[in-house]
């Protein structure tokens, strides 16, 4: 068996598969709910994944034998939630509670870091502008406003690697992974040594990088006594969740493109070369699979949108009873249209302050019109991406649906019309948990190379043509001119 661990937001999840790639087992743990002091905050306890990862681990291992699995597990992949910065001292210990993905307090340090090496030198060192998301950021930030802490750190980590610190006690980082810290070579597939000497950053926090099917850990026997897995079990490199995701979703060849929505939303291309936007709007990075890197777009709030209307305003209701109610209104909304800028906004428009709005309200506009309007507008910010694709050159020829975006039908429907453009489900979408066992399993010699991982195991069920593509064109006319509106209000 192959372990995959995703350490997520809101919890993390373990599954164990078989060669064939089959599920054989999975568990789930929450983790304790985000800590947002002041607006834009958002900061979790590192250890409360690790414990989170504990439970998971746990669970799945006793669902395996339950149903007859007993075979060990041969090889453990982890992927998580990008961007995190966990300051370690030097015996490994938490310093402060990390600042994770969507914490958006660090503007005035990337405007520092524009300043300070110019927006052009950033994309020519990093592939990529400084945005508030990357934990080069985070690690500015803590040097400024508490230097006590700063003093102490020996070690960085992103979330995933610091479970797989506690799992082997070895410091390791993947390249997908560190392609979001804002300190790799992301051309060369090596720490920028120039990023790291122009911003004060010690070279010796960063940790060794490896590829993702690389294994760079094995379980100690402090993470066997907490996890059940044997001592000596190889632990591969992994990638962040959105480069494991595609992995488990067999985005690996130029002109496949995922649309993926959980929390956030990502639409994801693989490249055969690094391909950068001179205007930093798409994030370039390595993928996690060797001599092959992404680009892909980000809206913050898009899970999170459905997630915060059902939270604020139909609290008795699931999700399922708020699509209904959808599905009731037609493709456009009768003209209300939804900005899901909760946390700011990455792709297009690189603006933590961006604020999420509904517009287009009348004396007719019902809770079905709302309902309907979110789906939509996540589907629009979305489609931004594609815009960019199609400026830049980026070949899109298949699209395949992820996360929850793609488990409802109605959503589904949206996407293709939204994205006017046919999209695939997968017999089997698990996420990137799945991602990350097949990184394990490759590691290990089940499969020659990560594409054929991903041709032995994955397999497309459904595909979905648009219908109403026309519609929802005109309607992402109206959508594309709220941003400079809110703007100019904020």
């Not at 937001?9 to 060669?19: K, S, V, Y």
């Not at 996690?288 to 604020?312: E, K």
């Amino acid at each position: 068996m192959f372990l995959g661990i995703d350490v997520g937001t809101g919890g993390t999840r373990a599954i164990l598969i078989d060669r064939n790639g089959k599920v054989l087992a999975s568990h789930s743990a929450e983790h304790a709910a985000i800590r947002s002091e002041h607006i834009g905050w958002a900061e979790q306890d590192p250890e409360d994944w690790w414990r989170a990862a504990q439970e998971a681990i746990a669970g799945a291992l006793r669902a395996a034998a339950e149903a007859g699995h007993t075979a060990p597990v041969e090889a453990v992949g982890l992927t998580g939630q990008m961007h995190g910065c966990v300051m370690l001292d030097a015996a490994g210990e938490v310093l402060r509670p990390a600042l994770i993905w969507c914490d958006q307090r660090t503007q005035p340090q990337c405007d520092w870091l524009t300043e300070k090496i110019g927006y052009e030198r950033l994309i020519e060192l990093t592939a990529n502008p400084a945005l508030p998301n990357f934990t080069l950021t985070k690690l500015l930030w803590v040097r400024e406003h508490q230097p006590q802490i700063f003093a102490k750190i020996a070690h960085v980590l992103c979330p995933k690697d610091f479970v797989r610190l506690r799992m082997t006690g070895t410091y390791a980082m993947d390249m997908q992974e560190a392609s979001g810290t804002l300190l790799l070579d992301v051309v060369h597939r090596r720490w920028s040594r120039e990023m790291a000497e122009l911003t004060g950053i010690p070279m010796s926090w960063l940790p060794p990088l490896f590829e993702g099917p690389e294994i760079c850990a094995r379980i100690s026997d402090a993470g066997a006594t907490a996890t059940g897995i044997k001592a000596g079990t190889p632990v591969a490199a992994g990638a962040g969740d959105q480069g494991a995701g595609a992995v488990g979703m067999g985005i690996l060849a130029p002109g496949s493109v995922s649309a993926t929505i959980g929390t956030s939303g990502v639409v994801f291309a693989a490249t055969a070369k690094p391909t950068l936007d001179p205007k930093g709007r798409l994030h370039t990075f390595c993928h996690a699979a060797p001599g092959v890197w992404h680009v892909m777009g980000v809206t913050n709030g898009a899970g999170l949108s459905f997630r915060y209307l059902r939270d604020t305003f139909f609290p008795a209701r699931s999700y399922d009873e708020l699509t209904s109610l959808a599905e009731q209104v037609a493709p456009g909304s009768d003209g209300l249209l939804w900005a899901p800028y909760l946390f700011g906004e990455r792709t297009p428009h690189l603006d933590p302050n961006a604020r999420a709005a509904f517009v287009g309200i009348t004396a007719s506009t019902t809770a079905a019109h709302f309902v309907r309007a979110v789906l939509e507008g996540v589907a629009f910010s979305l489609k931004d991406t594609f815009t960019l694709f199609k400026e830049l050159g980026i070949p899109v020829e298949k699209i395949r649906l992820g996360g929850g975006g793609a488990r409802g039908p109605l959503w589904r429907q949206i996407q293709a019309d939204v994205y006017g453009h046919a999209v695939e489900l997968l017999e089997a979408e698990e996420g990137g948990a799945f991602g990350a066992a097949l990184l394990a399993g490759t590691g290990v010699g089940a499969w020659p190379s990560v594409e054929a991982a991903c041709q032995a195991t994955i397999r497309p069920a459904q595909v979905i043509e648009p219908k109403h593509a026309e519609a929802m064109a005109l309607a992402y006319v109206h959508y594309r001119k709220m941003y400079p509106a809110l703007r100019t209000i904020g």
